[in-house]
């Protein structure tokens, strides 16, 4: 099984940064894109930065500029740096990975759409 742990959230003023990391663990053998989530009280989970296998970024018009997402593929894991942070930022943050594949002692096996536990991030303005 794969379980995506996430760490880094907090609570942070106005213009400030935080950063986010995901690492998954398992016996991974590779992880497909990685992308992060938010959900903010009252509104639907929206994908908003995500990062392909060979490193092609893409982002919402919303944080395009101010946040940067990253991976380390020997360590499974994603980050994201949040610069720049605004209130409106505020929300749960989520990682995802899309396609997980791992070695079993028949081979290989793949899995789908893993979440992280959510992370917590509050802007203050």
């Known amino acids: 099984q794969v379980q995506l742990v996430e760490s880094g959230g907090g609570l942070v003023q106005a213009g400030g940064s935080l950063r986010l990391s995901c690492a998954a663990s398992?016996?991974?053998?590779?992880?497909?894109?990685m992308g992060w989530y938010r959900q903010a009280p009252g509104k639907q989970r929206e994908l908003f930065a995500a990062?392909?296998?060979?490193?092609?970024?893409n982002y919402a018009d919303s944080v395009k500029g101010r946040f940067t997402i990253a991976r380390d593929n020997a360590k499974n894991t994603v980050y994201l740096q949040m610069n720049s942070l605004k209130p409106e930022d505020t929300a749960v943050y989520y990682c995802?990975?899309?396609?997980?594949?791992?070695?079993?002692?028949?081979?290989?096996?793949?899995?789908?759409?893993?979440w992280g536990q959510g992370t917590q991030v509050t802007v203050s303005s």
């Open positions: 398992g016996s991974i053998f590779s992880i497909n894109s």
């Open positions: 990062i392909t296998r060979g490193g092609s970024t």
């Open positions: 995802n990975v899309d396609r997980v594949t791992w070695i079993t002692v028949w081979g290989t096996e793949s899995g789908y759409d893993y």
